[in-house]
């Protein structure tokens, strides 16, 4: 059985961090391009960072360049995004995503909230 179970979100000041992680388990997670995504109150969801299994290459939205970082532990099939600088703006549930070919895998999402 396919699982992605996303953890770590909350509520944080604007300037704070935050790290949330995302722990699969039932396919071969190391072979999967891994991927965080986000959805706000009205909005469409958005790519926010990838990740590549095999060489680790990763992929940033604009929006978040030299603010996020994503990172995967291939032996503990888990994948990272660690959020810093955090803003209002990046209020949003926080969804993993594991996609190979046409092969697409969700979890459930966690909710980050940035606010004073």
């Known amino acids: 059985q396919v699982r992605l179970v996303e953890s770590g979100g909350g509520l944080v000041q604007p300037g704070g961090s935050l790290r949330i992680s995302c722990a699969a388990s039932g396919f071969t997670f190391s072979s999967y391009y891994m991927r965080w995504y986000r959805q706000a109150p009205g909005k469409e969801r958005e790519l926010v960072a990838g990740i590549i299994g095999t060489d680790g290459s990763t992929n940033y939205a604009d929006s978040v360049k030299g603010r996020f970082t994503i990172s995967r532990d291939n032996a503990k099939n888990t994948v990272y995004l660690q959020m810093n600088s955090l803003k209002p703006e990046d209020t949003a549930v926080y969804y993993c995503?594991?996609?190979?070919?046409?092969?697409?895998?969700w979890g459930q999402g966690t909710q980050v909230t940035v606010s004073s």
């Open positions: 995503n594991a996609r190979r070919w046409a092969t697409d895998y």
